[in-house]
């Protein structure tokens, strides 16, 4: 969180939001998130800013709720019932993209806090729901960055992954490249002009500029793909 300079950090153990002061160099208050009517259990697992930093948005894949909040007003927390929510990003305008975690196929989702309603955009793609996909969204609210798993496509130590890139206004696919990753990671320079994907470091145009490397690490220095443009 840039303007209050803060990190957060789901707790899964104690269904709350530990919070560091990077300016203080100490640790917070937490805030606590309260249990939904008639849930046995909680685990936190998401956690999304909005770009403006005005809401906090929390995943909860045991008690099938999401949680919004604003970090300046944290005791006040709006759950939303939604099916075992997994990585997730929302908007200025409160809009949550979430993933369902589910073995079998699946979609992005979206939520509307502002009326509770989940739709799902007709054209978004088939994933696969990955308890630890990500989800990401640019700071202007136009670009969401979610992944689809092409393991089954494997040169060790690499798999594939298809990254979608989508706009939010129409919510249409603009952009698909395949990439060889290491992990499901993704995030993009504080300018938006580099997106980190899987250990590559990709322009606005997707080409891979450069890539992690790791030394006395033979496992993950053994192969590597020479590609220069996705």
């Not at 957060?8 to 937490?30: C, G």
């Not at 994933?127 to 969204?137: A, K, T």
């Not at 700071?139 to 494997?154: A, E």
């Amino acid at each position: 969180d840039s303007r209050r300079d803060l990190y957060y950090f789901t707790d899964q153990k104690q269904a709350r939001i530990q919070v560091f002061s990077r300016t203080q160099a100490r640790w917070l208050s937490p805030i606590l998130i309260p249990k939904p009517s008639g849930a046995a259990s909680q685990q936190l697992l998401a956690i999304s800013l909005s770009p403006s930093g005005s809401k906090l948005a929390i995943s909860d894949c045991v008690a099938n709720a999401i949680y919004v909040l604003n970090p300046d007003t944290p005791t006040s927390v709006a759950t939303f019932p939604v099916t075992t929510p997994a990585g997730l990003a929302i908007s200025d305008a409160g809009i949550v993209y979430f993933a369902p975690f589910n073995s079998s196929g699946t979609y992005i989702q979206k939520l509307d806090t502002s009326t509770g309603k989940v739709t799902t955009p007709s054209g978004y793609p088939t994933i696969i729901g990955d308890p630890q996909q990500q989800v990401l969204l640019s700071s202007d609210n136009r670009r969401l960055f979610f992944w689809h798993d092409l393991s089954f496509v494997y040169l060790y130590p690499l798999t594939f992954r298809q990254l979608y890139v989508v706009d939010t206004a129409s919510d249409t696919v603009i952009q698909s490249p395949t990439i060889p990753v290491r992990d499901s990671a993704l995030a993009l320079s504080a300018d938006q002009s580099v997106l980190s994907a899987g250990a590559d470091f990709l322009d606005s145009q997707f080409d891979i500029r450069a890539y992690a490397a790791y030394l006395n690490d033979s496992d993950r220095q053994s192969t590597r793909l020479n590609s220069s443009h996705i």
